[in-house]
């Protein structure tokens, strides 16, 4: 699904990330472990085109990405949780979930937008009675529900996250982790940037960033 071959990146003159090579195969949940600063963001930005410059090859369903702008990225089904959210702050939980939906792929056709909203409704449960509130006045659990919730109405194919459970109170962290294991039982495959073990105790594998580098398990460096 997505193979990253010696991917390396920069802001400005200070390298962030060297020769980092992974794979995500077809349902696997893949969790980007790290220390702050250890390259996490750098990487899910790099491969949505965003933030530092890049270079090394993204293959993404099969087809090189690596020269394309993020939008032609996310429309091919990458997609992008940010750790900032970026949401609308002044539209409604309804109304950032409803912009975010596009037409569907296979026929040029809208597709049923009110399944999709029963469905992320049903998925992030605390958010249904939230409709009407603007996102503004959400508290960070709830807009980190919000934001996964709006990448999922864009019928992504692949959900790259970063540190979708930080900073948030433990009974939300649980209704995310929750819905992210959902959604890894429906095949979808995910690299999520996260410190929480509850995420990495599921984990297909942990890939382990130090300083931009992937760290090697110790039984691979004494190998002869």
Not at 92 to 100: R, S
Not at 123 to 140: D, N, T, V
Not at 169 to 192: C, F, N, T, Y
Request: proline letters at 6%; charged letters at 20%.
């Amino acid at each position: 699904m997505l193979e990253v071959t010696r991917l390396n990146a920069w802001y400005g003159d200070a390298q962030a990330l060297f020769d980092v090579s992974l794979q995500v195969k077809p349902g696997e949940l893949v969790v980007l472990d790290g220390l702050n600063g250890a390259g996490k963001s750098s990487l899910l930005q790099s491969l949505m085109g965003l933030g530092p410059r890049a270079q090394g090859g993204i293959v993404f369903a099969g087809r090189d990405i690596s020269h394309l702008p993020t939008h032609r990225r996310a429309l091919m089904g990458l997609g992008y949780v940010p750790e900032n959210r970026r949401l609308f702050a002044d539209l409604t939980v309804l109304e950032n979930l409803t912009v975010a939906a596009r037409p569907g792929v296979s026929h040029g056709q809208q597709p049923d937008m009110y399944g999709q909203l029963e469905q992320v409704f049903a998925m992030f449960a605390p958010l249904k009675p939230l409709r009407k509130r603007r996102a503004a006045e959400m508290s960070g659990g709830e807009q980190q529900m919000l934001s996964i919730a709006r990448t999922l109405m864009t019928a992504p194919t692949m959900l790259l996250l970063d540190e979708p459970c930080e900073g948030i109170a433990p009974v939300l962290v649980e209704s995310i982790r929750d819905a992210l294991l959902a959604l890894k039982a429906q095949g979808l495959p995910m690299l999520i940037a996260e410190q929480n073990a509850l995420l990495s105790d599921h984990a297909d594998r942990v890939i382990t960033l130090v300083t931009g580098h992937i760290s090697r398990p110790l039984s691979e460096h004494n190998e002869t």
